[in-house]
């Protein structure tokens, strides 16, 4: 559980999301029950609504792949309704539950699905999927378990993608730093203002394809000296 909640590892979020499937199902085959797994997350629509996916092996990841490809399936029948789904079959009243995700579903020997949701908050949408392959029902203490497993899985990625904005804010900050220690020092060199100093870096930026803050650095350490950045005529004549 402590691999799923930590924070700290460089895990991808994919890569988090198999590690809680594999250890999905090897709880119920831990007590008899022989199924395959996959968590999905489906990313706020902000960030483009993308999905992430882990499995616990092929046959998991061939159908998380169905539901990723917009196919209706429990998994997101699951985040759609709010309703998680406990030994449901892929039928009811002879009628498929979930055309196409169903044929091959059943194709692969799936017989029911069990879904437990994974509580994101801000940062999406997921969902474990269980898939059945035998008739055998999770039991209830295991299904706690398997909640407990969601719960620390989300927790570590709510932590990571705060750990990953508190990175790009600091990273921001430190190339706004750099961008006014810049302006100053090509403000001195040409006897211009601040503004004209930003002007100047920005336009070579642009005209070079490369990022503000990288011109910035190479001012203040001296890579960039020549015209633009140099001394102005002025200064060049006093010596100063």
């Given at each position: 559980m402590l691999r799923l909640s930590d924070a700290s590892s460089a895990q991808s979020a994919s890569q988090r999301l198999g590690v809680l499937a594999r250890l999905v199902r090897d709880r119920l085959l831990a007590v008899g029950v022989s199924a395959e797994a996959a968590a999905l997350v489906q990313a706020p629509r902000a960030r483009?609504?993308?999905?992430?996916?882990?499995?616990?092996?092929?046959?998991?990841?061939?159908?998380?792949r169905e539901?990723?490809?917009?196919?209706?399936?429990?998994?997101?029948?699951?985040?759609?309704r709010g309703t998680p789904l406990t030994g449901v079959g892929?039928?009811?009243?002879?009628r498929v539950?979930?055309?196409?995700?169903?044929?091959?579903?059943?194709?692969?020997g799936v017989r029911a699905v069990t879904t437990v949701a994974l509580p994101l908050a801000d940062r999406g949408r997921g969902v474990v999927v269980v898939y059945h392959l035998d008739e055998r029902l999770v039991p209830e203490d295991c299904l706690t378990e398997v909640r407990f497993l969601a719960m620390a899985c989300a927790q570590g990625l709510r932590h990571?993608?705060?750990?990953?904005?508190?990175?790009?804010?600091?990273?921001?900050?430190?190339?706004?730093?750099l961008i006014e220690q810049a302006k100053g020092q090509v403000s001195?060199?040409?006897?211009?203002?601040?503004?004209a100093a930003f002007a100047l870096l920005r336009s070579y930026a642009r005209a070079h394809q490369v990022a503000l803050?990288?011109?910035?650095?190479?001012?203040?350490?001296?890579?960039?000296?020549?015209?633009?950045?140099?001394?102005?005529?002025?200064?060049r004549a006093t010596g100063a």
């Open positions: 483009g609504g993308g999905w992430d996916c882990g499995d616990s092996g092929p046959l998991a990841a061939r159908l998380a539901e990723g490809g917009r196919r209706p399936g429990p998994g997101r029948d699951t985040l759609r892929l039928e009811s009243a002879g539950l979930w055309p196409g995700f169903g044929a091959a579903a059943s194709a692969v990571q993608e705060a750990l990953r904005v508190c990175g790009q804010l600091e990273g921001a900050l430190q190339s706004r730093v001195e060199r040409r006897e211009c203002t601040p503004d803050h990288e011109v910035a650095r190479w001012v203040l350490d001296g890579t960039l000296t020549a015209s633009p950045f140099d001394r102005s005529p002025l200064r």
